[in-house]
T-cell receptor, first 116, second 112 residues
Framework: GAVVSQHPSWVICKSGTSVKIECRSL??????MFWYRQFPKQSLMLMAT?????????EQGVEKDKFLINHASLTLSTLTVTSAHPEDSSFYIC????????????FGPGTRLTVL | AQSVTQPDIHITVSEGASLELRCNYS??????LFWYVQSPGQGLQLLLK??????LVQGIKGFEAEFKRSQSSFNLRKPSVHWSDAAEYFC??????????FGAGTRLTVKP
């Protein structure tokens, strides 16, 4: 139980294009989802927290117009990197938390984004 | 604000040897503490967590961790390391209903 998937697992795109990353909770309803960014050999940095049906809450320094987050259902959240640039290249990881078990986050396998 | 410190960036141990990964936290109340493991290019897998109760927590893959309030520590241990344990280990602190903060991680290398 408590499986979280991400799609795609890796993506390469050209500078200036937009990329959408999906995060799904497969066997539970995720009232809250989190998006993290991880640079090589570094820790996870929280980008934003999204609650189903509400606007996401972004961490300081994260551009909400560049990293669009939508949490339209209890099993799906999407992160869209708009007008991507090479410095946006990173490993993006989502996690999900259910209403019935708010103490633990379950992590997806991550998405490797490379912007050329 | 909560924070986590993992003092060791990289640790190398021989297969079969014991392991201890250090984690110190800063938090105003009783924290929720976690240890996650990440293999290269993969997401995070939860090893164990501490919320309350017995301060010695057993996790998966033979790992355990001990919460010591007086030392603000939550060190991860394993009595005998296997080659498959080579990975990046992250300690995290959080609070009920809140987000988590991660340490910088400790990379474990296992020598044959």
């Amino acid at each position: 139980g408590a499986v979280v998937s991400q799609h795609p697992s890796w993506v390469i795109c050209k500078s200036g294009t937009s990329v959408k990353i999906e995060c799904r909770s497969l066997d539970f309803q995720a009232t809250t989802m989190f998006w993290y960014r991880q640079f090589p050999k570094q820790s996870l940095m929280l980008m934003a927290t999204s609650n189903e049906g509400s606007k996401a809450t972004y961490e300081q320094g994260v551009e909400k117009d560049k990293f669009l987050i939508n949490h339209a259902s209890l099993t799906l959240s999407t992160l869209t990197v708009t007008s991507a640039h090479p410095e946006d290249s990173s490993f993006y990881i989502c996690s999900a938390r259910s209403a019935g078990n708010t103490d633990t986050q379950y992590f997806g396998p991550g998405t490797r984004l490379t912007v050329l | 604000a909560q924070s986590v410190t993992q003092p060791d960036i990289h640790i190398t141990v021989s297969e079969g040897a014991s392991l201890e990964l250090r984690c110190n936290y800063s938090y105003g109340a009783t924290p929720y503490l976690f240890w996650y493991v990440q293999s290269p290019g993969q997401g995070l897998q939860l090893l164990l967590k501490y919320f309350s109760g017995d301060t010695l927590v057993q996790g998966i893959k033979g790992f355990e961790a001990e919460f010591k309030r007086s030392q603000s520590s939550f060190n991860l241990r394993k009595p005998s390391v296997h080659w498959s344990d080579a990975a990046e280990y992250f300690c995290a602190v959080g609070a009920k209903n809140n987000d988590m903060r991660f340490g910088a991680g400790t990379r474990l290398t296992v020598k044959p």
